[in-house]
């Protein structure tokens, strides 16, 4: 069983739709928990970042951590089609920043 | 803005020959790690640099892989010989903190290898 499990997808949703991406991990000393979105042939950007439990919004984009069901989700309002891309979520423990990837989420939103 | 650089963007090779990688890190940025992405799956950690000291090599399949960082800058991954398993995208990526303490790590284009 891998660290960390997500759905590959491919999600397809129409411009506007709010989408859910979802992961699981089985590391409870799992601490910090981040997202990341990665173009075709790019490297890997950091969207947003969250140290334990709770919810962190910015702008479009809503972080959730429920550490207790270990799951971790990430939401985006009024998706755009510029949002097309794989999503990771990457998980490290407390003091250590190694980095534990999911397998990504490709996401298409259509106009 | 900074960038992390890195070359080649593409880079086809046999099965047996030997590749090599470069990256430039963000200027500044003490920590630098290489990372093999997979076709479909996250990236993995292979190397992890502190200045010029190995921190975590532990993924590194020591027997064909090879990366230094010399002056604690850029860095050179190589693997001699290379195999049709080896096929993958690899990522460097930099921080600017100590290793140990959870900090952005900013990720480059990243290398894609096709061996034949």
């Known amino acids: 069983q891998k660290e960390v499990e997500q759905d590959p997808g491919p999600l397809s949703v129409p411009e506007g739709a709010i989408v859910s991406l979802n992961c699981t991990y089985s590391?409870?000393?799992?601490?910090?928990f981040m997202w990341y979105r990665q173009y075709s042939r790019k490297g890997p950007e950091l969207l947003m970042y969250?140290?334990?439990?709770g919810n962190k919004e910015d702008g479009r984009f809503t972080a959730q951590v429920d550490k207790s069901s270990k799951y971790i989700s990430l939401f985006i309002r009024d998706s755009q089609p510029s949002d097309s891309a794989t999503y990771l979520c990457?998980?490290?423990?407390?003091?250590?920043?190694?980095?534990?990837f999911g397998t990504g989420t490709r996401l298409q939103v259509f106009p | 803005e900074a960038e992390v650089a890195q070359s080649p963007r593409y880079k086809i090779t046999e099965k047996s020959q030997a590749v090599a990688f470069w990256c430039d890190p963000i200027?500044?940025?003490?920590?630098l790690y290489w990372y093999r992405q997979i076709l479909g799956q996250g990236p993995e950690l292979l190397v992890q640099?502190?200045?010029?000291?190995?921190?975590?090599d532990s993924q590194l399949p020591k027997d064909r892989f090879s990366a230094e960082r010399l002056k604690g800058v850029d860095s050179t991954l190589k693997i001699q010989p290379a195999e049709l398993g080896d096929s993958a995208m690899y990522l460097c990526?930099?921080?600017?903190?100590?290793?140990?303490?959870?900090?952005?790590?900013?990720f480059g284009p990243g290398t894609r290898l096709t061996v034949l």
């Open positions: 200027s500044g940025h003490a920590t």
């Open positions: 640099f502190q200045d010029e000291s190995v921190v975590d």
């Open positions: 590391n409870s000393a799992f601490q910090y």
């Open positions: 969250t140290y334990s439990s």
């Open positions: 990457a998980m490290s423990g407390f003091n250590t920043d190694k980095l534990i």
């Open positions: 990526a930099s921080s600017p903190l100590s290793g140990g303490s959870l900090d952005t790590q900013y």
